[in-house]
């Protein structure tokens, strides 16, 4: 009787070690996370107001991470900082995160979700550029393909990179493209209406911007420095594809690229 109420003890006070070894990794994990999100250095005021957690509890793990090499503690402003080995951690990992492959994994989900061609671009020496590109059971007849450039000024990726991009980079293209057509583009106050509309909703649509009866949609996908790193979308029929805000396509659209920029380490 002994020996088996010993086995059980001993097996609860295991299973509660395992707990809080879990627990422990929480909550260091959010210390982490909280730092991470205060720009890389924050003061312990920061930090307790930015978890939720009392002072001496995140001083507490302050000074385990620090022993681990996680944080560093500048000597003068007392303010806790990444740590070395964190930042080994963090470039590993972005090392292995390519805006490229995650596009091209994530596509083949997204056309089966909403029924229509997706394609991603990302920003190539000459413009928007398509990397990728899955087809669904219909496809729509139009001129791209992988490597095809697309316009910033009538495509709806080529308006997501105008709203997202430094002006330095697409100004000259802009400027090209106005010279070799001289019709059928937007004018310049309507055109910065659009770009800002398209910054504050994170989505760009339109109906025939490129041939008539395809309709299209595209959302930006950012990294872990808030930066564009590539645009996906989606293209249909526009008896099969409605593109407004309450779109099925849409919010899939949205959704997406959401999950793609997390994946990426965006935070925003």
């Not at 995140?58 to 007392?78: C, F, N, P």
């Not at 990444?82 to 292995?96: C, D, M, N, P, Y």
């Not at 995650?102 to 920003?123: F, K, M, N, Y």
């Not at 930006?220 to 930066?227: A, C, I, L, N, S």
């Amino acid at each position: 009787m002994r020996a088996r109420f010993t086995k059980v003890t001993r097996g609860r006070m295991a299973d509660a070690a395992d707990r809080n070894g879990v627990q422990s990794v929480a909550i260091a994990a959010a210390i982490l996370k909280a730092l991470a999100a205060g720009g890389g250095e924050l003061p312990l005021k920061g930090l307790t107001a930015a978890t939720g957690m009392p002072r001496a509890k995140v001083h507490r793990y302050l000074a385990s991470l620090r022993a681990a090499g996680l944080i560093d503690q500048d000597a003068e402003s007392g303010h806790y900082r990444i740590g070395s080995a964190a930042v080994t951690i963090g470039l590993v990992g972005l090392g292995r995160t390519s805006p490229v492959r995650q596009v091209q994994d994530a596509l083949p989900r997204l056309r089966d979700s909403i029924g229509e061609t997706v394609t991603a671009a990302i920003w190539g020496d000459h413009g928007p550029t398509i990397v990728a590109m899955e087809e669904s059971d219909h496809p729509v007849t139009m001129n791209v393909r992988m490597g095809s450039v697309l316009p910033l000024l009538s495509s709806v990726i080529g308006r997501v990179f105008l709203a997202f991009m430094p002006e330095a980079m697409t100004q000259p293209l802009v400027a090209d493209e106005r010279r070799k057509r001289s019709s059928g583009l937007l004018e310049k106050q309507e055109l910065s209406e659009l770009i800002a509309d398209i910054r504050q909703r994170k989505v760009s649509w339109a109906q025939s911007p490129l041939l008539p009866g395809v309709d299209a949609v595209a959302a930006p996908v950012f990294d872990y420095r808030g930066k564009l790193a590539a645009v996906i979308c989606a293209v249909g029929r526009t008896e099969a594809m409605r593109t407004d805000s309450s779109s099925p396509v849409v919010k899939a659209i949205e959704e997406a690229a959401r999950e793609l920029s997390h994946r990426l380490g965006h935070t925003g």
